[in-house]
């Protein structure tokens, strides 16, 4: 695998594991304040930077996903 590409894959899975722990922290949240919460999305201006950033990590964890799933041996790992 070029360095490149593990690059993208360590970005990619840091991406996913962003998300699981930010919409992670939003429901437990909400759980916890009885089943709802408000989220400010640009509450310091930073709306337009994450509408740009959210699309390109979300291709970084999908492009990570599908890498170790090609990665997976056809045979299951049996040997």
């Known amino acids: ?4 590409r593990t690059a993208a894959v360590i970005a990619g899975v840091f991406c996913a594991c962003a998300f699981i722990a930010l919409f992670g922290a939003v429901f437990m949240a909400a759980y916890a304040n009885g089943g709802s919460v408000t989220v ?3 509450e310091f201006g930073e709306a337009n930077v994450e509408a740009l950033l959210i699309p390109v ?8 996903l599908v890498e170790a799933l090609r990665t997976v041996p056809k045979d299951g790992g049996q040997r």
């Open 40 to 42: 400010a999305i640009n």
């Open 57 to 64: 990590a979300s291709a970084l964890a999908l492009f990570a």
């Open 1 to 4: 695998m070029s360095r490149l």
